[in-house]
């Protein structure tokens, strides 16, 4: 039982609201689990509570607070917050666990429980496995008596709280003065914090996907919609825009001309830079199967090591752990540092590219094209029923693309953990022989699922 994962997927439990395992009867069986998991202090236990901003995150919650309460657990409830604000308090109030409601980038409609231990780092496969046999078992007489029930109360000043650990990490002395910011919070989780934050730093805020409504989140907006964070920064003749997604992890950077920096080249920037600054701990850099050959070459030629993991931020973190390494990232924007995070963080590292801006007097489209990229194409192929990449016909398909490459460029076969999707990315020097062998592989895949 302890090996199978019936609930947790790449990043915590996620699905459709109301429907399973996004239910109000799993939220409560997960408060409860995890609450029994975690009591091993002989004083009160606390958990850190957030969420963004989904309408259903209040049922969600309402169900999780009361499987903490059950189990003997107090709750602090902080409201509408990034997902690392919940790791950083979870340290900052010394609590027990932390818990993020989000579905981060996706639609509305789906919703999403993190977990973060008392180190204010995502649970490890391991102790979300316990987790989960805890959570299939009848706890009934393992909850708390009703003397130890626990209490729920609101940290008010949370949000103040993160601003100021979010300040911290901008290099001391520098100010944003006389930047023109597009600002673009996807109708998340940070259309409070993050504008507040780089207006108490000096900058003009031009504010986008700021006023949520339980059903905008993501729409049209934010990290996975640059389009419109691009568009921005052209009409309001801004300096550099900012996009962040529902729960406000990862970041996407707009030049002043509205081009797209992605998070390779945001990584590559603050490697380059932390390295001439004497922060850069080791000389390895840590990223996901998906980032761009360009980015390996370009550390490479810096003396430094590009170390892949499988997709997720997770993932990354815990390399970054084993090699005592302070950058790692993904291409979609997650960029992990740990001199200032447990977690990605895309306000803090937005942050770091404008100060390398402050510093250099440079512009944003100077600063933030660190390498040319190889010619990269990923396609999403949506599926219904058995995850075809467990089909004998996706190997053929794998080796005959492979085959095609002859070791001129990669190819990513894999399965979104959090939709169902195969993801399908090629990259090499050719771009005409990346697009036509993307549709290729397609086509064949198309043809099993």
């Not at 919940?86 to 932390?98: K, P």
């Not at 008010?156 to 979010?166: K, L, M, Q, S």
């Not at 490479?300 to 752990?321: I, K, N, P, Q, S």
Request: glycine share 10%.
């Amino acid at each position: 039982m302890a090996n199978q994962r019936v609930f947790f997927g790449t990043d915590g439990i996620r699905g459709q609201a109301n429907t399973s395992p996004m239910t109000v009867e799993v939220a409560q069986k997960l408060g409860q689990a995890a609450g029994l998991y975690f009591k091993h202090r002989q004083n009160r236990h606390t958990v850190v509570l957030g969420k963004d901003t989904r309408l259903s995150g209040y049922m969600i919650e309402c169900a999780l607070v009361a499987g903490f309460l059950s189990a003997g657990m107090d709750v602090t409830l902080v409201g509408p917050l990034p997902t690392p604000a919940i790791a950083f308090l979870t340290r900052s109030l010394r609590a027990d666990i932390g818990v993020m409601i989000s579905a981060s980038h996706n639609p509305f409609t789906d919703n999403g429980i993190k977990l973060f231990g008392p180190d204010g780092f995502k649970l490890s496969d391991a102790a979300e496995s316990e987790i989960e046999s805890l959570m299939t078992d009848d706890l009934t007489s393992s909850l708390a008596p009703p003397s130890e029930i626990g209490r729920a109360s609101r940290l008010n000043d949370a949000a103040g709280r993160y601003i100021e650990f979010v300040k911290a990490s901008f290099p001391r002395g520098l100010r944003l003065d006389g930047l023109k910011i597009v600002l673009d919070c996807a109708h998340g989780s940070a259309y409070r914090v993050a504008p507040e934050a780089l207006w108490e730093l000096g900058a003009e805020i031009i504010r986008v996907g700021c006023e949520p409504d339980g059903v905008n989140i993501n729409h049209n907006v934010g990290s996975t919609h640059p389009q419109t964070v691009c568009d921005a920064v052209k009409k309001h003749k801004a300096d550099i825009g900012i996009a962040l997604d529902g729960d406000a992890d990862r970041v996407l950077i707009a030049d002043e001309n509205g081009e797209l920096i992605d998070g390779d080249q945001i990584l590559a920037l603050i490697a380059r830079s932390w390295q001439k600054r004497g922060q850069l701990r080791g000389q390895e850099i840590v990223a996901t199967v998906m980032s761009n050959m360009g980015l390996a070459k370009y550390l490479e030629d810096m003396g430094l090591t590009l170390f892949r993991t499988a997709v997720g931020d997770r993932y990354v973190v815990e390399r970054m752990r084993q090699a005592s390494a302070n950058i790692g990232g993904e291409q979609s924007g997650h960029v992990v540092l740990s001199d200032y995070s447990t977690t990605g963080d895309g306000l803090v590292a937005a942050l770091q590219v404008l100060a390398v801006m402050i510093e250099s007097k440079k512009t944003a489209s100077e600063v933030c094209n660190v390498f040319k990229p190889y010619p990269q194409m990923l396609k999403n192929l949506r599926y219904s029923g058995p995850n075809p990449m467990n089909k004998p016909e996706m190997k053929e398909i794998n080796q005959w693309a492979n085959e095609q490459l002859d070791g001129q460029g990669r190819l990513v076969l894999r399965a979104s953990g959090t939709e169902p999707l195969i993801r399908v990315m090629i990259e090499a020097e050719d771009e005409n022989l990346v697009q036509t062998l993307v549709q290729q592989v397609c086509d064949k895949i198309s043809k099993i699922t």
